[in-house]
């Protein structure tokens, strides 16, 4: 079935980044059905065109119309971007599932990997979905925090898709002359690679807490990134794949930004809060916090040695010192830099 250019566009998920690429499909002349999982921040937005629980300071036109009610928001769409966190990803579409279109285009903008099933988001949507409804599945991913977005900052990011044709499209719905798309095929790599940064970016904010300096932070992007590339690869991702925006790019962004609530999960823990109370006074989810616990099971599953991957998931659940896990970083047995194992 021929996808066309969509007028109206269904955003599933009014977080930061879900009300950021309202605005910015908005801006390309969209008109967008915003579903909103807090049924008082329909309310809000209605009467104040804010978003002021994500991303309060933004005007929202009246060409984004939010809605509780995902039948309201779906009926109709041919265009969909799935942006809840990713491990509510699951319920969310089987709630949609009745009201998703055949055909439909699908753009997932979570960066997550379930628990548990240790599936990225469009194997998710794959099981759920089944092979009954025909659908196309993209994925949308980069170096973009919401409110550079929202604010019409020059920003790039990439979409993936195995359909050239449908990537295409997609590439031309969100591009615009503040918000470049590049295209790219390997939709296994620009998951993961949006996925596991986070784990990275919390051992970044942890650097960060202890005043390690720039030295340690460069090292660990680094490494963060071979460990990344490694098991990426080992779950049939292209490396190329993590040298672009999807990898590196989006790495160096949510290491190096105050923007980042992985980041800023890994600086508080640092400083010595516990991760309970951190994740008690957060409104938004960090989406590394549980996405290192997939990240460990998957390194454990394909033997792929992932060091700070390991000592993150320590530091966060066992308690382990933040001191002592970089200690232990820094005392591993000494290896080549592009051996086998990391």
Not at 11 to 19: E, K, L, P, Q
Not at 72 to 90: D, K
Not at 227 to 246: D, K, M, P, V, Y
Not at 249 to 256: E, I, P, Q, Y
């Amino acid at each position: 079935m021929r996808i066309i250019q969509p007028d109206e566009i269904a955003v599933i998920g009014a977080g930061s980044w879900g009300t950021a690429l309202a605005l910015l499909l908005s801006r390309n002349g969209k008109r967008v059905r915003l579903w909103v999982y807090e049924p008082e921040l329909v309310q809000i937005i209605r009467d104040t065109r804010q978003n002021a629980f994500f991303l309060p300071g933004y005007h929202l036109p009246e060409s984004i119309e939010p809605s509780h009610n995902l039948e309201e928001v779906l009926r109709g769409i041919r265009f969909i971007v799935l942006v809840t966190p990713s491990q509510s990803i699951r319920s969310v579409i089987e709630k949609a599932l009745p009201f998703i279109e055949p055909g439909a285009v699908i753009v997932g903008a979570s960066k997550g990997i379930e628990n548990g099933t240790l599936m990225r988001v469009s194997q998710v949507t794959e099981q759920v979905i089944g092979s009954d409804l025909p659908y196309h599945y993209l994925v949308l991913s980069g170096p973009t925090f919401a409110r550079g977005v929202a604010q019409g900052l020059p920003t790039t990011a990439v979409i993936a898709g195995n359909d050239p044709d449908t990537t295409h499209l997609a590439q031309q719905i969100f591009n615009d002359r503040t918000f470049r798309v590049y295209a790219n095929s390997d939709v296994i790599g620009v998951e993961l690679g949006g996925a596991l940064k986070n784990v990275i970016a919390i051992a970044a904010g942890i650097v960060a807490g202890l005043d390690l300096g720039s030295n340690t932070r460069a090292a660990l992007i680094t490494r963060g990134l071979w460990e990344i590339t490694r098991l990426g690869s080992t779950l049939g991702a292209r490396q190329i794949t993590f040298q672009g925006l999807s990898g590196m790019g989006d790495l160096v962004l949510t290491c190096d930004g105050t923007d980042s609530r992985n980041f800023q999960v890994g600086h508080r823990i640092g400083k010595g809060e516990t991760l309970d109370a951190i994740q008690k006074s957060m409104r938004m989810i960090a989406e590394g916090v549980k996405t290192t616990l997939s990240a460990r099971e998957l390194a454990n599953r394909y033997d792929v040695e992932m060091p700070i991957t390991e000592q993150v998931y320590q530091t966060l659940y066992h308690e382990k010192s933040p001191r002592q896990a970089v200690l232990d970083l820094m005392t591993r047995s000494l290896k080549s830099e592009h051996q086998i194992d990391i």
